[in-house]
Nanobody
Framework: QLQACGGGVVQAGGSLSLSCTVSGTIEKIFAMGWYRQAPGNERERVALVYTTGLTEYADPVKGRFTASGDTAKNTVGLQMNNLKPEDTAVYFC?????????????WGQGTLVTVSS
């Protein structure tokens, strides 16, 4: 139910953008954002946009990445500037929503970002 697009191959110092849209209906979303997983590593949070207006970034991307969300339209984007080889990973769109007793995550299919040195 999450459709992501963007990504690709870029040289270090370059820029790429990702976008993600909810298809169908996911009720009670309280945050949308991006995670990434590099080969051999665990999935890590990159940026989250909350319906409260708060946006959080992982330390490695602060000042370089900008997440933008429209919670009314259930879309989220990620502008990635000054990319580094260590940003190479599969990027996953994420939506977190409330359910009885807690919350659940929806995940997009993942899109590959490759940064060459």
């Amino acid at each position: 139910q999450l459709q992501a697009c963007g990504g690709g191959v870029v040289q270090a110092g370059g820029s790429l953008s990702l976008s993600c849209t909810v298809s169908g209906t996911i009720e009670k979303i309280f945050a949308m954002g991006w995670y990434r997983q590099a080969p051999g590593n665990e999935r890590e949070r990159v940026a989250l946009v909350y319906t409260t207006g708060l946006t959080e970034y992982a330390d490695p991307v602060k000042g370089r990445f900008t997440a933008s969300g429209d919670t009314a339209k259930n879309t989220v984007g990620l502008q990635m500037n000054n990319l580094k080889p260590e940003d190479t990973a599969v990027y996953f769109c994420n939506a977190a929503h409330f359910v009885a007793g807690g919350y659940e995550h929806f995940w997009g299919q993942g899109t590959l970002v490759t940064v060459s040195s």
